[in-house]
């Protein structure tokens, strides 16, 4: 493991038209040591180009930038075929479209590891949404918990720093938890709970009270407009459950005792989540089979819940409802 070397790890799909600003941003870095592992996911269009023309580049401020490609399989496979090559100190994995926005970010990140004690495994920045079209944005602080102890915000998704490129970590603190640096795949769930879960539990994560790093929000972007259909959703969440789950079976060192509580309560609000996508869909069925399973497993219904309960079983009523609810909510936004 070279000293003080950053590894940066981005999977891509079809980033052509703007991995160049990540890039950029990584070649306008004050620190003068970084290697850079780009995983193209399948991509269909001219990413591998844009890649492999910035290598001379890279090597001329002497980094290196290397590319490697693999069929559509998702960004867990990447980051797991990834991590078999990293040799840094210190690791980060921004996504493709997102960049860094000052020129001492890498170094900023790396000075304050190296400070603080070997508890910390992490170090992490608020990040700067920005507006694909305009360009321009803010930085997102309000109600960012600064706590050391990051793993519940985590597991329960509660005022969490979610984009991974405001992230830095110790590779050691990694090999401690993931010996085999190999994450759970699920295809729809991304990466940042199988990577971020087993080194919160064990380590603390310090919060620098600045933005580094811009992340883009995209009209178009993956996460928008894909799931729109019940099934879809109940898919999505359905990923994001199993990830949670079989990530906390490879917490070694949680005892027995918690991990089930942990996966009890993780269970009962995903319940809770496919109430309120029937509740979104009209699906009156699944919606009381899903207040039955709650209520057996010791939940109770929210006034809200027990009412859109009892409203979806008049389904036209419910429609009627439901469509003067979102004129509402659109016309008071």
């Known amino acids: 493991m070279q000293k003080d070397l950053v590894s940066i790890i981005t999977p891509c799909y079809n980033a052509g038209d703007i991995i160049h600003r990540l890039l950029d941003s990584i070649l306008n870095q004050d620190f003068p040591l970084i290697e850079m592992l780009v995983v193209d996911d399948g991509s269909t269009d001219n990413s591998k180009e844009v890649i492999l023309s910035y290598i001379p580049f890279f090597e001329k401020k002497g980094y290196s930038l290397e590319y490697y490609y693999q069929s559509n399989q998702g960004q867990s496979v990447a980051i797991n075929n990834a991590l078999k090559w990293v040799k840094g100190k210190f690791l980060t994995w921004p996504d493709s479209d997102d960049f860094y926005n000052r020129p001492d970010a890498i170094s900023s990140f790396v000075n304050k590891l190296n400070e603080l004690d070997i508890e910390f495994g992490a170090v992490r920045c608020f990040p700067t949404y920005i507006d694909d079209k305009k360009m321009?944005?803010?930085?997102?602080?309000?109600?960012?918990?600064?706590?050391?102890?990051?793993?519940?915000?985590?597991?329960?998704?509660?005022?969490?720093?979610?984009?991974?490129?405001?992230?830095?970590?110790?590779?050691?603190?990694?090999?401690?938890?993931?010996?085999?640096?190999?994450?759970?795949v699920e295809k729809d769930a991304g990466q940042n709970w199988q990577m971020y879960l087993p080194l919160f539990y064990s380590f603390k994560c310090y919060t620098l009270e600045d933005s580094y790093f811009n992340v883009l929000e995209r009209s178009n972007s993956h996460?928008?407009?894909?799931?729109?259909?019940?099934?879809?959703?109940?898919?999505?969440?359905?990923?994001?459950?199993?990830?949670?789950?079989?990530?906390?079976?490879?917490?070694?060192?949680?005892?027995?005792q918690e991990r089930e509580e942990l996966k009890e309560n993780i269970r009962k609000k995903y319940l809770r989540e496919r109430l309120k996508i029937s509740f979104k869909h009209c699906k009156k069925e699944e919606a009381g089979f899903i207040g039955r399973e709650l209520s057996v497993r010791g939940v109770h219904l929210t006034t809200k819940e027990r009412l859109l309960n009892v409203l979806i079983k008049v389904p036209l009523f419910y429609s009627i409802l439901r469509k003067i609810t979102l004129t509402l909510k659109r016309v008071y936004k």
Request: charged share 20%; aromatic share 14%.
């Open 136 to 184: 321009t944005g803010s930085i997102h602080s309000k109600g960012i918990d600064l706590n050391y102890n990051q793993f519940y915000k985590c597991l329960f998704s509660q005022n969490f720093i979610w984009p991974p490129g405001n992230y830095m970590i110790r590779t050691s603190a990694l090999d401690k938890v993931n010996p085999a640096r190999e994450i759970y």
């Open 223 to 256: 996460s928008r407009g894909l799931y729109k259909s019940y099934n879809q959703e109940i898919q999505k969440i359905s990923s994001y459950e199993n990830t949670i789950l079989n990530t906390l079976d490879r917490i070694k060192e949680m005892c027995d």
